[in-house]
């Protein structure tokens, strides 16, 4: 019977059919191998030659994983391949694929996702109307694949079995949390996370730290030694580097220019015998978990080394290349797949301790002029500080307290310290703010951020004080500059020391060619460096306001602003024509008001 059916042609047609049309799938076949058994790539069977530590990757399906990538090692191809496989295999389920934005999301659909769906015979759809398949939404056998540019209307109406985040770095940390939380309902619920790394402790790098940790590790052939080989001098050498170069950024080109160190010589070696290492040699590299009781949370870090393809003169071609650009982050980020945080960026703990003093209130001096700044939520985070100099600012008390008792607390301060002004954080609680306001006769103004003007008033349709605008990066600049330059002096934390310190290392200040530098949360853990922020910004309402700086040894405080308000008017607004107010930094002519009706 089963040699006529093995030379029966009609058998032998039918089954070639069958394989044409059908995916062949097992219960004990992996992922990976189902994606090489059933797909295909430039029209040959798909496999992980190439770069053999994606097989474990596309295996895994632990529910929550993070994954750290560099540029150029085919990642973004395997997620997408893992995501259909999941769909195809796993019928009558959803999976939310989400990029950071439209502009990514409509370029990753169009030539990433949709050729896939389309034209390879294990996911396209025989028969079904390709018109149906859009680019956010496409039905994978019974399943459905849903692809969003991480918009908040997505997030809040799809459900999900699986949630694959692409390049989390790069998306508002608040939608990562919403579009996960569509998982509630599924008997599955994986969560993967996939990213190029930007800062330490922040994103997928955050993630990491939290997980197993696996790293691809190689072992020597020489000394059996295991590894794990990075773009640095205990592994990378180099025929003409100078001994004083700790640090291969730290190069200079005219070096390689001249021919001194010639970087086409550069190979990686072992560690501990120095003897080359073969990176393409994968039968002795794994990946290898350097906390394996860490259960709950799975984690891959995938270096430029982990891989034979990108070699350490591709590493120093692509450094001078970033350096020419002054973007010494990019290369850290994007070609060897580590976070990058410069001094230039983000306080340092040793800034800040040099900067704190008595944990105890100094006392109570109200010949200086005294201002108070709130950031609000559940807990309000407040600072009040005294101008001692033209510059010198100091802290006198680091407080918290319930959103609810925010209103008594400010008038508590005020009967105790010569607070001249004070911007509270205008939301989430603007009534509450509004009620602060109209207590303190103005005096404590309700703000929030913006990202254009450096400070402007906006008045209620009876011309009344509404709330404040400052500049929400020269603010910020202004308490971590204040730190820097020794000028911002932290006294009164008590029992907050920890809190402070936290909170003023949890911000990033990332700079963009010919965009306004942006201050980017790690945490959220960062109110105390709000509360500075909007002391900062009180300090330049007065100014603003009054048309001069605070008084020194300041006899008597002011009562409010409504008189000074007065002064602002359009009529008047010409003594203000011929000054420059020093606003966090900059000279500057302050802003007209802006009357809302």
């Known amino acids: 019977m089963t040699v006529r059916m093995k030379n029966n042609n009609f058998t032998q047609s039918f089954v070639s059919r069958a394989n044409g049309r059908y995916n062949k799938d097992t219960a004990d076949m992996s992922h990976g191998d189902w994606m090489c058994t059933n797909t295909s790539l430039n029209k040959r069977p798909f496999s992980f030659d190439r770069y053999p530590f994606q097989k474990q990757i596309a295996d895994d399906m632990h529910p929550n994983m993070d994954v750290i990538k560099p540029s150029q090692v085919g990642l973004t191809e395997i997620q997408i391949r893992k995501a259909l496989t999941l769909l195809i295999r796993t019928p009558n389920t959803s999976l939310i694929y989400t990029m950071p934005n439209e502009r990514m999301f409509k370029r990753i659909s169009k030539a990433r996702i949709k050729p896939l769906v389309e034209y390879d015979k294990a996911f396209k759809q025989e028969g079904m109307d390709k018109s149906n398949q859009s680019m956010d939404l496409m039905r994978i056998g019974t399943s459905y694949l849903y692809v969003t540019g991480s918009s908040e209307a997505d997030a809040t109406s799809i459900n999900a079995d699986f949630v694959?985040?692409?390049?989390?770095?790069?998306?508002?940390?608040?939608?990562?949390?919403?579009?996960?939380?569509?998982?509630?309902?599924?008997?599955?619920?994986?969560?993967?996370?996939?990213?190029?790394?930007?800062?330490?402790g922040f994103g997928v790098d955050k993630g990491y730290a939290r997980s197993d940790q696996h790293e691809y590790i190689i072992k020597c052939s020489a000394c059996n030694h295991h590894q794990v080989p990075l773009f640095n001098r205990d592994f990378v050498r180099v025929d003409g580097l100078p001994d004083d170069c700790e640090h291969f950024i730290h190069l200079p080109s005219?070096?390689?220019?001249?021919?001194?160190?010639?970087?086409?010589?550069?190979?990686?070696?072992?560690?501990?015998?120095?003897?080359p290492l073969n990176l393409a040699d994968y039968d002795n590299r794994e990946w290898v978990a350097k906390y394996p009781s860490r259960t709950l949370n799975r984690g891959y870090r995938v270096r430029t080394f982990s891989t034979h393809r990108l070699?350490?003169?591709y590493c120093f071609t692509q450094m001078f290349t970033y350096l020419e650009k002054d973007n010494p982050k990019g290369f850290h980020n994007t070609v060897l797949g580590d976070p990058?945080?410069?001094?230039?960026?983000?306080?340092?703990?040793?800034?800040?301790?040099?900067?704190?003093?008595?944990?105890?209130?100094?006392?109570?001096?109200?010949?200086?002029?005294?201002?108070?700044?709130?950031?609000?939520?559940?807990?309000?985070?407040?600072?009040?500080?005294?101008?001692?100099?033209?510059?010198?600012?100091?802290?006198?008390?680091f407080l918290t307290c319930p959103s609810s008792a925010v209103e008594s607390f400010v008038n508590s301060m005020e009967e105790k310290y010569s607070i001249l002004n004070g911007l509270m954080d205008r939301y989430p609680y603007t009534p509450t703010a509004n009620a602060v306001r109209d207590t303190s006769n103005g005096k404590i103004a309700p703000?929030?951020?913006?990202?254009?003007?450096?400070?402007?008033?906006?008045?209620?349709?009876?011309?009344?004080?509404?709330?404040?605008?400052?500049?929400?990066?020269?603010?910020?600049?202004?308490?971590?500059?204040?730190?820097?330059?020794?000028?911002?002096?932290?006294?009164?934390?008590?029992?907050?020391?920890?809190?402070v310190l936290q909170h003023l290392q949890d911000m990033v200040r990332e700079e963009n060619d010919e965009k306004i530098p942006m201050w980017v949360k790690l945490n959220g853990e960062d109110h105390f460096f709000h509360a500075l922020a909007y002391m900062f910004g009180a300090i330049e309402y007065y100014k603003y306001v009054e048309g001069k700086a605070p008084f020194v040894n300041l006899t008597m405080g002011l009562s409010g602003l409504q008189a000074s308000s007065m002064l602002m008017s359009a009529e008047n607004e010409d003594i203000f024509g011929t000054q420059d107010l020093i606003g966090f930094g900059n000279s500057y002519a302050p802003d007209k008001i802006i009357t809302r009706y």
């Open 164 to 200: 694959f985040n692409d390049e989390i770095d790069l998306t508002p940390p608040d939608m990562l949390s919403l579009f996960n939380s569509r998982l509630q309902g599924s008997d599955h619920r994986v969560s993967q996370r996939f990213s190029t790394p930007t800062f330490e």
């Open 254 to 275: 005219k070096l390689v220019d001249n021919g001194t160190v010639k970087l086409e010589t550069a190979r990686v070696y072992c560690e501990k015998c120095h003897k």
């Open 311 to 313: 070699d350490p003169v």
């Open 340 to 397: 990058y945080t410069s001094e230039d960026q983000k306080m340092s703990e040793s800034d800040i301790e040099a900067m704190l003093g008595y944990a105890g209130c100094p006392p109570v001096d109200n010949t200086l002029p005294h201002f108070i700044g709130i950031d609000v939520g559940k807990t309000c985070h407040i600072v009040v500080a005294r101008m001692e100099s033209a510059e010198g600012v100091r802290v006198v008390e």
């Open 447 to 499: 703000a929030h951020y913006n990202v254009n003007k450096p400070i402007a008033i906006v008045k209620d349709a009876l011309d009344n004080l509404d709330y404040v605008q400052i500049n929400r990066t020269h603010a910020l600049d202004k308490v971590f500059f204040g730190i820097k330059k020794r000028t911002l002096y932290l006294d009164g934390f008590g029992k907050y020391k920890a809190m």
